[in-house]
């Protein structure tokens, strides 16, 4: 089951860059001393005391030099380059969470490895959305697909299907081609730049994969006022807003929206509504009884 968190990263306390490089030190032994020459198609050799790879077959491995591999699995303070250690987490055979814990040791800006978008979730998260009723509550990826989401937040929001063949409800798609008069969204002036600027914090991870590209293309002839929006280049993160919303059996509602981020599912968030005031509160309420 994925942990929910609502954590964010701050920057290291002073003296934490001068513990980190003999963290970094030992990590990195310990990531060779696992890889055997048999795992990269290297033979095992003589006179091997331990059965993981040397230094200088992770450097030549790596593409780098001898010495400077070296100084960096010593801990002393040299620089790394972003490919650099990633050449050297290929191979040792680091996986995403470990290419992750190496890129903070080595104090250099991480950023996720390019992967499909999570497309589904496990009943455990399920079971945590439905738990909220009758809180609107839905996981969505960091394109808005609508991955899971309570009895609430269906009644809620109209989400029809995308044209294209295969592919999940989407908020935006949903918010971008209905009719005004149509949409649950009130304020749309105000709050769709905002989540269209969320978007596109998302889409520098992704630019150029042609699932991504596709669903911009799509969405841009679809409503101008997307197409608008997206080429203001604006950025935005994920974070909690007073959203007001109207629903033809109950009238108006105001709710917070707060993201929570799902270890495990990266790129997925739960958002959940809570009321902003108690004739919300009691509105809601009447929307778990429809």
């Known amino acids: 089951m994925g942990a929910v968190t609502m954590g964010t990263r701050t920057r290291a306390a002073p003296g934490t860059v001068q513990r980190r490089r003999p963290e970094l030190a030992a990590f990195l032994r310990s990531r ?3 890889v055997t020459p048999a795992d990269v198609g290297m033979p095992p050799g003589l006179r091997r005391r331990t059965p993981g790879l040397r230094r200088e077959e992770v450097a030549q491995l790596s593409g780098v030099g001898v010495t400077w591999y070296t100084w960096l699995e ?3 303070p040299i620089n790394a380059s972003a490919q650099v250690l990633d050449a050297v987490a290929r191979t040792l055979r680091l996986d995403p969470p470990e290419r992750e814990h190496l890129y903070h ?3 250099v800006p991480y950023t996720p490895e390019p992967e499909a978008l999570v497309r589904s979730v496990g009943p455990e998260i399920r079971g945590i959305i439905d ?3 009758p809180r609107p509550a839905v996981v969505y990826n960091s394109r808005y697909d609508i991955l899971a989401a309570n009895p ?3 009644d809620l929001f109209i989400t029809p ?5 295969g592919a999940p409800a989407n908020a935006l798609w949903m ?3 209905s009719d005004e008069e149509d949409c649950p969204l009130l304020f ?3 709050e769709l730049p905002v989540m269209v600027a969320t978007l596109r914090a998302a889409y520098g991870l992704h630019a150029g994969e042609p699932v991504w590209e596709e669903f911009i293309r799509g969405l841009s002839a679809a409503s101008a006022l997307f197409a608008r929006l997206w080429e203001s280049g604006d950025v935005a993160e994920p974070g909690r807003r007073v959203k007001v919303f109207r629903h033809p059996a109950v009238g108006e509602l105001r709710m917070t929206s707060m993201s929570l981020s799902i270890n495990g599912m990266p790129e997925c968030r739960i958002v959940v509504y809570t009321p902003e005031d108690e004739e919300t509160a009691r509105r809601a309420e009447m929307l778990r009884e429809q």
């Open 32 to 34: 060779r001393a696992r």
């Open 74 to 76: 010593q801990g002393r």
């Open 105 to 107: 040791l080595a104090e």
């Open 131 to 133: 738990a909220l009723v």
């Open 152 to 154: 609430v937040y269906r």
């Open 161 to 165: 299907a995308r044209p294209s063949s």
């Open 175 to 177: 918010l971008f081609t």
């Open 188 to 190: 749309r002036e105000r």
